[in-house]
């Protein structure tokens, strides 16, 4: 992490990222959690809602104070967690995720997250188990699971680009930031272009829309945002109020038209790992230092031994200790999702207001463990 004294609002959002979430008034926190609809989304289908770390509620009170204080924005956290299960009609399930498709299992040496996300995940099932099976046989691959170490499972998940969550694999921190070059003075609208898709870079710049910037959201041709797939409130909500582009990056134009779009941004949102942009020829260390503000969201962050990992919201809270125990449970729907968001929120409006650019590294498993905090104690769902 580079840190500068002429950057204090960014050195402050480091600082208290770096600690476990206190929020002023944990009361208050706890409160606005119980009387929300994410309080519900945390236990078994055919049971009463669970109690979830305090970390959650702290930690979504702390962003959205801090965001107000910069932006004049004010948001309610756990409404944000619950946007996506509302929407869709869905409600906790237990050892299931509220979305359906990531489920906890015993290995060998503790639980673990296997996430079908995508139909090839579900076809890279008997790779990551080193077995020919049907991998929708169930019971086959719980058995499976069973024989094999969190390491294991993590090494080949990771080689064969499938989310796959282990306690104990998040980064330490949820936001590493580096400084880069001073930036000429923004204008009034500060421009954003986000490479996002889903909840997380999306859902950071609705924020920013809302806090007064010009945001473009940026698809591929080939790749749209899935969250086209999901609930359109949802999608709505997250990108109502951008102006859409869409591209084909295998042209000369569509490459030149992503170019001049980086070339004109103050702040860049990616939400991909590092080398997907960087294979159109753009880097984001380069742009830093020409004072552009870049927030890049991944699994794992840009560097250490997962890197390379793919995440989803549910798989990376279980890396991050972001779950229920005794018996295990997933907390709410895909925590780390809309909290990356916030943070990402946060971050950028520091750092626009330093008037210096940054590479801000934000993990999803980084952020699960922030939210998890041990030592805290346990609030009711």
């Known amino acids: 992490m580079s840190r500068s004294d002429s950057t204090p609002m960014l050195d402050e959002v480091l600082r208290w990222t770096g600690e476990p979430p206190r929020a002023d008034d944990p009361g208050s926190a706890t409160r606005r959690w119980e009387a929300s609809q994410a309080a519900v989304l945390s236990g078994p289908a055919n049971g ?27 948001v309610d956290g756990p409404t944000l967690v619950a946007e996506r ?88 921190r949820p936001l590493v930031a580096t400084i880069g070059a ?31 910037c010009r945001v473009v959201k940026v698809e591929s041709v080939h790749r749209p945002d899935g969250a086209r797939r999901g609930p359109a409130a949802f ?25 001049m779009l980086v070339d004109a941004a103050d702040v860049v949102l990616e939400a991909s790992r590092p080398r997907a942009l960087a294979h159109w020829g753009i880097a984001a260390a380069e742009e830093v230092q020409r004072g552009t503000v870049w927030a890049s969201i991944t699994g794992y962050g840009r560097t250490g031994p997962r890197s390379g990992g793919v995440a989803f919201g549910d798989d990376a809270a279980v890396s991050g200790g972001l779950m229920l125990h005794d018996p295990p449970g997933f907390v709410a729907d895909a925590v780390p999702d809309p909290v990356t968001g916030l943070l990402a929120a946060v971050a950028v409006q520091a750092a626009l207001a330093d008037g210096a650019g940054a590479l801000l590294d934000l993990s999803l498993a980084g952020v699960a463990r922030w939210l998890a905090d041990p030592e805290a104690d346990m609030t009711v769902g």
């Not at 009463?48 to 004010?74: F, I, Y």
């Not at 986000?194 to 710049?205: D, K, M, Q, R, V």
């Not at 999608?235 to 030149?256: H, Q, R, W």
């Open 48 to 74: 009463p809602p669970r109690r979830v770390p305090n970390g959650v509620a702290n930690g979504l009170a702390v962003l959205t104070s801090v965001l107000e204080a910069l932006s004049g924005l004010l």
């Open 182 to 212: 001073s930036r000429p003075e923004v204008g009034k609208q500060p421009l954003v272009v986000e490479f996002g898709s889903l909840w997380a870079a999306p859902l950071c710049g609705a924020l920013l829309a809302r806090a007064g």
């Open 235 to 259: 999608f709505e909500s997250l990108n109502g109020a951008k102006e859409e582009v869409s591209v084909d990056p295998s042209t000369a134009d569509g490459l030149e038209r992503v170019r």
């Open 85 to 172: 299960a509302v929407a869709a009609g869905l409600s906790r399930r237990g050892t299931t995720s509220v979305g359906g498709d990531a489920h906890l299992v015993e290995a060998a040496g503790g639980i673990v997250c296997l996430n079908m996300a995508r139909p090839d995940d579900v076809a890279s099932i008997p790779a990551l188990l080193g077995a020919t099976m049907d991998p929708t046989d169930w019971p086959a691959v719980r058995r499976a699971i069973s024989l094999l170490t969190g390491a294991e499972l993590v090494k080949r998940a990771d080689l064969l680009g499938m989310p796959f969550g282990v306690p104990g694999t998040a980064p330490d």
